[in-house]
């Protein structure tokens, strides 16, 4: 038969499903206690990141040809990534949009062949219109 004295407690039971708590031990939980894994992903600094999208670097060249656009935006990307390997960076984010993936698939092979990244991770949500790219050194 169960008890219904005590009221059941969703905060701990979706503690105790996420790992956060052992019913063995003799820990006093009350709801003002948060599950660490809450506050890890609550408090996640952002990665250093640069928008390659045209408007977002220099919208003066907006109505510029589609190679200026390109070569300006490379330009751009290497730059950030000398930056990033100066301050001693292991992680950056380069947003660079969906598109045709041309510009995705440089801003790759760059971060390899030309700065030793030891893993470059594409991300694209289509239905968002959003495309980046995740470099590892």
């Known amino acids: 038969m169960e008890d219904k004295s005590k009221p ?3 905060d701990l039971l979706k503690r105790m499903m996420m790992g ?3 019913p063995n031990t003799n820990e006093n939980w009350s709801p003002s206690k948060k599950s660490s894994r809450t506050n890890a992903s609550k408090n ?10 045209i408007q977002v670097l220099k919208p003066s060249l907006k109505v510029a040809s589609a190679l200026e656009i390109f070569d300006y935006q490379i330009e751009a990307f290497r730059g950030f990534l000398r930056d990033s390997r100066a301050q001693g960076l292991k992680k950056i984010k380069v947003i660079h949009g969906v598109g045709s993936g041309k510009l995705a698939d440089t801003v790759s092979r760059i971060a390899k062949e030309e700065f030793g990244a030891s893993m470059v991770s594409r991300h694209t949500k289509k239905k968002l219109r959003s495309g980046e790219t995740v470099i590892v050194f």
């Open 8 to 10: 059941f407690d969703p």
């Open 20 to 22: 956060d708590f052992d």
């Open 44 to 53: 996640k600094t952002p990665l250093p990141s640069i928008d390659l999208h």
